[in-house]
C-alpha cells in the first residue's frame, strides 16, 4: 500500500516562473500537494526554452531544466489578460489553499489576482510572492535573476582569486538553494499557523534578503571592522586547503588540513617527503603562514597519484578530503545510487529521463516524484471540467478563444 504523503489534500495555485518560484513549489507537489502550475502558451515559462534540451533538441516540453524544476506538477494554460481568463483563475484559487508568484512587484494586481483579489475569494489563503528586492523601497522595481541577485547580495564578490574578477559560484545559487526554500519553510509555518488559528498569511519573501543570509560571516567580520575579500579556496583556519592537480587530465583532488593530526595523516599517505618534516611545517600557525609556498609543495606531490586512490587513503586516515568529480561521474556515484538519489520517470515526450530524488527522507511520510514534469497545458481541460465544474461545451468554447488550452 501507497503511504500517505504528508500534504495529501493541499492545492496550490501557482504562478511562478523561471528558477526560485518552481524550486518552491516542487517540494509541496512531491510531497503530496496538488501544485496547478498556470501558464501562458503565448509567453512560455523561460526556463521552458533553456538548455540542455533532451537529444539536444529545443522544445518547450524538452527542457531538462524545467523537468527538473517541475515534478510531481499539473499545467494548466490561461489567458490572464481576459476577464474569462482571470474569472477562471479566481475560481481556481477559490479551491486553493496557497498562492505562490514570484513575478515584479504589482504584476498581479495588474492581472486582478493581488492579495486583496484573491481573500475575496479565498479569505483563509496563504498568499506568497517572491520580489526580487521586496515590495518597497528604491529598488522594489528592479527585475533580476539569480545571477544579479548574487551580485547584489555580496555573494559573488567573495568568490574567486583577489586578484582577478568574480567568477560567481558556476550556477544561479540564490534560485537553487536560499530563496526556494526559504519560501517553502515560510509557507509551512503559515499552513501550520492556519491549521491552529484559522487565519491565512500574506507572505512577501524579497530575494536579496533571502540571498544576504548566505554571506552572514562575512556581514559579522565587515560590521566588527575586519577585511572581508576574495580568497579562492583559502580558509583562515585551515593549510593545506584546496583542490590539488592528479594524474590525468583534468583530475583534482580536494583536501582540508585542520588539525595537526591531519597533517601527520596527510604527510604520511604523500610517502613523507623531505620538505613535509620541515619544522615550518609543523605547527597550523606555521601552516597558515607559508599556506602559497604549502600549497605549490602539496600539488607538486599529488601529482603524481590517481585521484580516486588519493581521496580515499586520506579519508582512511581521517583526512576530510574527496574526488572532483564531473556530472558523469556524479551520475555513476556509488553512495548516491545506493540511496536511489537517481530516479528514472517517462516524461510523455522526452521518455525516459533521470531526475534527482528527494535528498530529504521522512521516516513515516516520505514525499516522492509521483511524475515527470508536465507538458505545456497538459491539464487545462482536466482541472477546467473536474475541478471547476465548467461544461464540455464552454470549454471548447473558451479554447477557440484563446482563454484555456
Keep these: 500500500m501507497t503511504p500517505t504523503l504528508p500534504l495529501d489534500g493541499l492545492r496550490v495555485a501557482d504562478f511562478t516562473w523561471v528558477g526560485a518560484g518552481p524550486f518552491l513549489t516542487k517540494p509541496l507537489a512531491d510531497h503530496g500537494a496538488d501544485v496547478i502550475k498556470v501558464e501562458s502558451r503565448t509567453r512560455t515559462d523561460p526556463i521552458r526554452s533553456m538548455a540542455p534540451f533532451r537529444d539536444a533538441r529545443p522544445g518547450p ?6 523537468a527538473n524544476r517541475n515534478t510531481s506538477k499539473r499545467s494548466i494554460c490561461l489567458d490572464l489578460k481576459t476577464p474569462r481568463g482571470k474569472e477562471i483563475a479566481l475560481e481556481l484559487i477559490a479551491k486553493s489553499d496557497v498562492v505562490a508568484s514570484n513575478f515584479t512587484p504589482g504584476t498581479m494586481d495588474r492581472l486582478g489576482l493581488g492579495y486583496q483579489d484573491v481573500i475575496a475569494v479565498r479569505p483563509d489563503v496563504i498568499y506568497l510572492e517572491m520580489p526580487m528586492q521586496g515590495n518597497a ?3 522594489r522595481d528592479f527585475r533580476g535573476y539569480g545571477l544579479t541577485i548574487a551580485a547584489a547580495g555580496g555573494l559573488l564578490g567573495l568568490t574567486g582569486y583577489p586578484d582577478r574578477p568574480p567568477v560567481g559560484t558556476g550556477t544561479n545559487y540564490p534560485d537553487h538553494v536560499p530563496n526556494p526554500l526559504h519560501a517553502a519553510v515560510a509557507v509551512l509555518a503559515a499552513l501550520r499557523h492556519r491549521r491552529r488559528t484559522g487565519q491565512g498569511q500574506y507572505i512577501e519573501l524579497a530575494q536579496l534578503e533571502s540571498t544576504v543570509n548566505v554571506i552572514g560571516p562575512a556581514l559579522l567580520a565587515t560590521a566588527a571592522g575586519q577585511p572581508v575579500h576574495r580568497a579562492a579556496n583559502e580558509d583562515t583556519a585551515a593549510a593545506p586547503h584546496g583542490v590539488y592537480p592528479c594524474a590525468g587530465d583534468d583530475r583534482w583532488c580536494a583536501i582540508a588540513v585542520t588539525t595537526d593530526n591531519h597533517w601527520e595523516s596527510l604527510v604520511d599517505v604523500l610517502g613523507r617527503p623531505a620538505w613535509a618534516t620541515k619544522d615550518s611545517y ?14 605549490g609543495l602539496v600539488a607538486g606531490a599529488t601529482v603524481t597519484h590517481e585521484a580516486g586512490e588519493l581521496a580515499d587513503a586520506l579519508a582512511a586516515a581521517g583526512v576530510p578530503s574527496a574526488v572532483v568529480s564531473d556530472a558523469a561521474q556524479v551520475l555513476a556515484d556509488p553512495q548516491l545510487n545506493s540511496r536511489d538519489h537517481w530516479t528514472t520517470l517517462d516524461h510523455p515526450e522526452m521518455g525516459p529521463s533521470v531526475y534527482d530524488n528527494i535528498p530529504y527522507r521522512l521516516s513515516a511520510t516520505p514525499g516522492r516524484l509521483r511524475g515527470p514534469a508536465p507538458l505545456l497545458g497538459a491539464d487545462t481541460r482536466d482541472v477546467c471540467l473536474d ?3 465548467l461544461t464540455p461545451h464552454e470549454y471548447e468554447h473558451l479554447a477557440a478563444e484563446g482563454v484555456v488550452g
Design 137 to 139: 523601497g528604491p529598488h
Design 387 to 389: 475541478l471547476l465544474g
Design 61 to 66: 516540453n524538452r527542457s531538462g531544466y524545467f
Design 282 to 295: 609543523t605547527t597550523a600557525g606555521a601552516r597558515l603562514a607559508a599556506r602559497a609556498e604549502l600549497d
